[in-house]
């Protein structure tokens, strides 16, 4: 028998009560890590807790708000090998004329700025430790224009470059960094269409090229991957996840 790739590891999963955060946690547990599990959702992380018992810890709280991030930092008491920044949301497929300041601020908050700023704090620890591996969700949304609002489209392309941009500069320290860019996942992400324009433009662009729906089990076992020993060499690398999505 091989040796679990997460024995004795511990790895942060945002995201965690639900769709691909919470298939990412249940593979990671069934590889032996120990789990810490991040949501807003009190109620989906209990669920999580009712299925992985001991495995995972979990952590409710708003991604945007600093208290959560600390509170995740003082739970790495062992250290932490692993990072996967799952948590994100989606606008109303609102074209640039169309954006309000609300969705705007709420979308880059949750999708770039949490991610930021958990990240940030867990570097020092990955470093002092000699190494570590952190995975950001993009989106298909994060390659191309056509594939969400620009609020979504904006968050994800610079999801990208904060992934490259901390590849760079940590690599050399041991952690990698990398991303994966689903295209649709059958979860609970809402992604309401409130914009005529959008629907007009982005509609039949969609009903021509739209894959068919992964399984969040799907980006769950690259995102493990990613962050496991297998991928030992690859920092940097922004990885489509979409049943070949990108290549239309
Ligand atoms: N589902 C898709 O088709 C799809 C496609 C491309 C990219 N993605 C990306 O995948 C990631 C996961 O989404 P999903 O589809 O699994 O959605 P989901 O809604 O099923 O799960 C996301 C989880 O993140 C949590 N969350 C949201 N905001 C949070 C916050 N501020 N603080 C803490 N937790 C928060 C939610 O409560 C939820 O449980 C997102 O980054 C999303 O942009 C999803």
Redesign the pocket.
């Known amino acids: 028998m091989a040796t679990p790739r997460f024995q004795n590891r511990t790895v942060v999963v ?9 298939a990412t946690a249940i593979r990671l547990a069934s590889e032996s890590a120990r789990v810490i599990g ?4 009190r109620h ?1 992380l209990r669920s999580l807790e009712e299925e992985l018992g001991s495995s995972v810890v979990t952590i409710d ?4 708000d600093q208290l ?1 991030i600390d509170r995740v930092i003082a739970h790495l008491r062992t250290g932490v090998h692993g990072l996967a920044n ?5 606008d109303g497929f609102e074209p640039t004329a169309e954006i309000d300041d609300e969705t705007w601020d709420r979308v880059l ?3 770039l700025t ?1 991610m930021m700023r958990l990240t940030r704090a867990v570097l020092p620890q990955m470093i002092a430790a000699g190494g570590g591996s952190i995975v950001n ?5 994060g390659l191309r224009g056509s594939a969400a609002g620009t609020a ?1 489209t904006t968050s ?1 392309h610079a999801v990208n470059g904060f992934t490259l941009s901390t590849a760079f500069f940590y690599t050399p320290h041991g952690v990698r960094c990398n991303a994966v ?11 309401p269409f409130r914009s005529e324009e959008a629907q007009r433009r982005l509609g039949p662009i969609m009903q021509a090229t739209l894959p068919a ?1 992964a399984k ?1 089990e799907a ?1 769950a076992s690259a995102i493990v991957w990613l962050l496991s020993d297998e991928a030992s060499d690859v920092s940097g690398a922004i990885l489509p996840v979409d049943g070949g999505w990108a290549a239309v």
Do not use: F
């Not at 799952?86 to 989606?90: E, H, R």
């Not at 969700?137 to 949304?141: I, K, L, N, Q, R």
């Open positions: 945002t995201g965690a009560g639900s769709g691909i955060g919470r991040v949501d807003v959702s989906r709280g708003d991604l945007t959560t799952v948590a994100g949301i989606m908050s949750v999708n949490a969700v993009s989106s298909e949304a979504y994800k860019a689903p295209g649709p996942v059958a979860t609970n992400i809402e992604a729906i969040p980006l």
